[in-house]
């Protein structure tokens, strides 16, 4: 079974501070996601990572894909409180009906304090 | 349009009660979702429908029963719920680009059973 264990589950940290998310896997995944949730809404896709070792940036997020494409991390610099939400990875994995789904890591629930 | 949109957006129901869930999407998007999310956890799938049929059912409850009366419409009947199955329901439709999915996901309907 493929699992994808995300870290740390929570975090408060103080405006302006830098934040690491991790997703970890033992199993290769061919992409990997990351949704950012905040409260009361649905989740929202940041970003598709597809090829290992690949960095992408969006603003003050970096998103790493890990060399063996199984672990993913999310770097946040100079963290402001609209980036308070659940912070969620996700990766394809199929199903005995050979249908794909995501599975999800548990989330990382991040609150930034002004 | 990159909206999913997702009625009501709360339900308060007791045990005895019959009621529906509405998801409708105009991006054209041939595949739709049903998740249950609890509060700070990750989306749990419940359903899938590919091109109006059900392609995943992750062995929910017969007292949800879902329906897809065309590819722009997504409904979720209820019936004869538990307290334990007040959640965050959340309908998602999915874009393919470039062979990455993406889900596009609606705010959601608070549902409580009383």
């Not at chain 2, 329901?89 to 608070?110: H, I, M, P, W």
Request: proline share 6%; net charge positive; hydrophobic share 35%.
């Amino acid at each position: 079974t493929q699992l994808l264990e995300q870290s740390p589950q929570f975090l408060s940290i103080q405006e302006g501070e830098n934040l690491t998310v991790y997703c970890n896997s033992s199993s290769v995944f061919s992409s990997l996601q990351w949704y950012r949730q905040e409260p009361g809404e649905g989740p929202v896709l940041l970003v598709t990572v597809v090829t290992g070792g690949e960095v992408k940036k969006l603003k003050r997020l970096t998103f790493q894909f890990g060399d063996a494409r199984k672990d993913s991390s999310l770097h946040i610099t100079a963290a402001q409180p609209g980036d308070t939400g659940l912070y969620l990875c996700a990766g394809p994995v199929f199903n005995a009906g050979n249908n794909r789904k995501l599975i999800w890591g548990l989330g990382t629930s991040l609150a930034v304090n002004p | 349009d990159t909206e999913v949109t997702q009625t009501p957006k709360h339900l308060v129901m007791g045990m005895t009660n019959k009621k529906s869930l509405k998801c409708e999407q105009h991006m054209g998007h041939r595949a739709m979702y049903w998740y249950k999310q609890k509060a700070k956890k990750p989306p749990e799938l419940m359903f899938v429908y590919s091109y109006e049929k059900l392609s995943i059912n992750e062995s929910v409850p017969s007292r949800f029963s879902p329906e897809c009366p065309n590819s722009s419409l997504l409904n979720l009947h209820l019936h004869a719920l538990q307290p334990e199955d007040s959640a965050l329901y959340l309908c998602a439709s999915r874009r393919v680009d470039r062979g990455n999915e993406k889900l596009f996901f609606g705010s959601g309907t608070q549902l409580s059973v009383l």
